[in-house]
Nanobody
Framework: HVQLVESGGGSVQEGGSLTISCTTS????????MAWFRQSPGKERERVAILDSQGSTTYSDSVKGRITISHDNAKDTMSLQLNILRSEDSGTYYC???????????????????WGQGTQVTVS
């Protein structure tokens, strides 16, 4: 059973940077689709970044140009580099992954079945 565990959240000033990470227990990141979501109080959960098994990335308009999703094969760790942070970037960030195979490979429509517990990012 794949379990995802986020780490690296914290408090940062506006304009600053932060990297949050996601590792697995009980398996490996061998899903076709990996993603980061965030949720802020009073707002709907938002998917901010996708990384598929072909290495393609997709970002939401709200974060495009300021964040980077990546996967370190050697460490089997997925990361999200957050730059030029704004107060509206505050929230709980969740990593998620799909079932192993997503056919056709379109991660925007994939079911994300494995989730972490979330890590808090506060920008002030």
């Amino acid at each position: 059973h794949v379990q995802l565990v986020e780490s690296g959240g914290g408090s940062v000033q506006e304009g600053g940077s932060l990297t949050i990470s996601c590792t697995t227990s009980g398996g490996t990141f061998n899903s076709d689709c990996m993603a980061w979501f965030r949720q802020s109080p009073g707002k709907e959960r938002e998917r901010v970044a996708i990384l598929d098994s072909q290495g393609s990335t997709t970002y939401s308009d709200s974060v495009k140009g300021r964040i980077t999703i990546s996967h370190d094969n050697a460490k089997d760790t997925m990361s999200l580099q957050l730059n030029i942070l704004r107060s509206e970037d505050s929230g709980t960030y969740y990593c998620a992954s799909s079932n192993i195979a997503v056919v056709p490979l379109d991660c925007r429509g994939a079911d994300y079945v494995h989730w972490g517990q979330g890590t808090q990012v506060t920008v002030s």
